[in-house]
């Protein structure tokens, strides 16, 4: 009885709301997220009476940096994962620095970008983001004739819930270059 009064209490202030019409939803902020569509039919989830609730903390983007020039570790020569010892940003908590791995809190739409510099070495590097060990897309850096050059790429995927995405080193390696190296990402929005 209490839930449908609520449902009803929201219907009499979706109408109450100025500028609001029929396909525009009422968002209500707290400890969660309430929105009302005023169409259910037309949600292909199914939903119960067309609304969704869904936690208030959606708040997904980290950004990672090499802190240091060391070279990489055993862990990185192995596995050629890029390696990030220092997140300047890490809001909902998905980068581990550790692993140098981002685990998505939840399904979604997600943007990365990413920056690896190598020195000058007289090699291409390729630099690919792994989405649960699949090359999403790469990046090269091959001039011969500087001495600093980014292999650097930037893409929206949708990843579900626990999904990984990494920086492998596909060619070549980076010795010197790394403290110029980022790699970022952030939820658009979720699923």
Same mark, same amino acid.
């Given at each position: ?25 009422? !968002? ?17 989830? %199914? ?5 969704? @609730? ?10 990672? @940096? ?24 890490? &809001? ?49 850096? %091959?001039?011969?004739? &500087? ?8 893409? !929206? ?18 010795? %010197? ?10 939820? &658009?929005?979720?699923?």
């Amino acid at each position: 009885m209490l839930v449908m009064e609520m449902l009803l209490g929201l219907a009499w202030l979706s109408g109450m709301a100025s500028g609001q019409n029929e396909t525009e939803p009422i !968002l209500l902020e707290g400890k969660c997220l309430v929105v009302c569509d005023s169409n259910p039919t037309a949600d292909p989830t %199914g939903t119960a009476l067309g609304i969704s @609730v869904r936690s208030g903390s959606a708040k997904v983007a980290f950004s990672a @940096v090499r802190n240091t020039n060391h070279e990489p570790s055993e862990m990185s020569n192995r596995s050629m994962v890029i390696y990030f010892d220092r997140a300047l940003v890490n &809001v909902g908590g998905g980068f581990d620095v550790d692993r140098s791995t981002f685990t998505s809190p939840r399904k979604g739409i997600y943007s990365f970008n990413f920056h690896v510099v190598k020195v000058y070495n007289r090699q291409t590097i390729q630099v690919s983001l792994m989405l649960n060990n699949w090359s999403v897309i790469s990046a090269f850096a %091959g001039d011969q004739d &500087v001495t600093r050059e980014a292999a650097s790429n930037g893409v !929206l995927v949708e990843m579900e819930k626990g999904d990984m995405a990494y920086l492998k080193l596909d060619k070549g390696n980076l010795m %010197g270059g790394w403290k110029f190296s980022t790699f970022s990402g952030f939820l &658009v929005f979720p699923l």
